[in-house]
Nanobody, 113 residues
Framework: VQLQASGGGLVQAGGSLRLSCAAS???????LGWYRQAPGKQRETVAR???????LYAESVKGRFTISRDSAKNTVYLEMAGLKPEDTAVYYC?????????WGQGTLVTVSS
């Protein structure tokens, strides 16, 4: 399954964005995650959702971000609210855990102060 993230952009601090991750095939049995990589930093897991709908978030985004999935549309979403400048990064979606996987281009989120 190939995954393509979209929906990034420039937003002011405190604003919201919704990222989408479209899959080329069925995601119903796949655990998926959103990841991000800020300039000069390592890629980190932002949130993950299991095939059963269980979610987990990084402490830095807990209460502000929401991951969800629509298996009928083969799409995973990341709703981001209360954005902070430190959320600026390229955001990627991929299987979870992301071990020995290739990465797409991601989508850039820039939060201005």
């Amino acid at each position: 399954v190939q995954l393509q993230a979209s929906g990034g952009g420039l937003v002011q601090a405190g604003g919201s964005l919704r990222l989408s991750c479209a899959a080329s095939g069925s995601i119903s049995s796949i655990n998926l995650g959103w990841y991000r990589q800020a300039p000069g930093k390592q890629r980190e897991t932002v949130a993950r959702i299991t095939s059963g709908g269980s979610t987990l978030y990084a402490e830095s985004v807990k209460g502000r971000f929401t991951i969800s999935r629509d298996s009928a549309k083969n799409t995973v979403y990341l709703e981001m609210a209360g954005l902070k400048p430190e959320d600026t990064a390229v955001y990627y979606c991929n299987v979870w855990p992301a071990t020995r996987v290739s990465w797409g281009q991601g989508t850039l989120v820039t939060v201005s102060s």
